[in-house]
Structures are given as C-alpha cells and as structure tokens.
C-alpha cells in the first residue's frame, strides 16, 4: 500500500463573500482522484480551506505521507508557522472560519502531512487544473449552502 500522497487543492469564490468553490486533485501512482463541490454564499478562504480538508478526509487510511500543494497563504502560513495551533489553544477567538479549522486539526492530526506554497496562475499543471474545478463547481447549477459560513455571520 502506498500512503505517499500528493494533494494539489484550491478554492474561489466570486465576491469575497459570494457563490464559491473548491477544486482538489489527489495523487497516488497509479490513482488520481478529482473533487469539487460549489456554495452559494461563502469566501475564498473558506474554500481555500475546505479543498485541504475535503483532500485530507478523502484519504481511506490513517498515517499517510501528504504533500499538499496550495497556492493560499492564508491555509499554507497558518499550518507551517504554527499560528493555528496558537488560534486552537485560545479556543479560535476573534478568528475567521473556527469551524473549518476545528475540521481541519481533527484530519491532519491523523496524517504526516506538508505544505508547499505555489504561485497562483503560475503554469503548475494541477494547481491550475484545481482552479478550473473550483470556479467550474461555483458556477454550476448545484449550489450548496456553507452552513458555516452562514451560521457565523448571523
């Protein structure tokens, strides 16, 4: 079995809030698996997000070996500098998106993961194949609702 996993994720969202998406490409020689899914009214952040953790919730094992590729500072800074574990131990106070994180910590903590930061728009082959699922998925017809987002802004 294989547990070195490539995860190549990225989020949109037209309007900062408005309709938005997520893309996530996973490789695993000789697999390759695509996700997206669409949302009414949420952020790229969110989504941003969302595309690492539907990537990690993907995996069917525990103790994977992840690189993930994203092109999102927000997600890649607050993993590999440690702020979000700062965030968890203040219970995500005065912070964005506590639910996404929450959901995000209980995955990763069941992996050996990486980060790498890529440049947006910048010719990487899957992190522009994530970007055409994410805006593809925030214009479909099947919008979901980010019950996250939504329940915070109230």
């Known amino acids: 079995m294989n547990t070195d996993i490539t995860i190549y994720t ?44 539907k990537g990690l919730e993907a995996l069917k094992y525990d103790g994977c070996h992840v690189t993930i590729y994203s092109d999102s500072r927000y997600v890649v800074d607050a993993v590999s500098k440690g702020w979000v574990f700062g965030w968890e131990k203040k219970g995500f106070r005065e912070k964005k998106n506590p639910d996404l994180w929450r959901r995000f910590l209980f995955v990763y903590r069941r992996h050996d993961v990486r980060f790498v930061w890529v440049k947006g728009h910048d010719g990487n082959p899957e992190n522009e194949r994530c970007d055409r699922l994410a805006v593809a998925a925030a214009n479909s017809g099947n919008l979901q609702e980010d019950t996250g987002y939504t329940a915070s802004q109230e």
């Open 10 to 53: 990225d989020g949109a969202a037209q309007g900062n809030p408005g309709k938005g998406g997520y893309g996530v490409v996973l490789i695993s020689p000789p697999f390759r698996k695509e996700l997206s899914e669409g949302f009414r009214l949420t952020t790229n952040n969110r989504m941003e997000l969302l595309a690492v953790i």
